[in-house]
């Protein structure tokens, strides 16, 4: 089970929403903002891919080669 913590001003929006009805609980104030991040985050991907479909369809690609990997590497770690 995790533990967590939060800034005062979070804590007390968290307790307000709860108070308002809006949820029956703190913990399910939590699990409503995770299930919202990853629906997020699976939307965005959708977008990317949606994205570069398109640029293969319309020929705006570029073939992948070895030193395109070798500097995508080093500008990760920089």
Known sequence: MLKVSFAEIDEAYIRSKVK???????T??????VRRLRENERQQLHHALAI??????EG????????????ADRKSTR
Do not use: H, K
């Open 60 to 71: 705006r690609t570029q073939p992948f080669t070895p030193a395109m990997l070798n500097a």
């Open 20 to 26: 308002a009805g809006y949820y029956n609980s703190v």
């Open 52 to 57: 570069g479909e398109q640029a293969i369809q």
């Open 28 to 33: 399910e104030v939590i699990r409503d903002a």
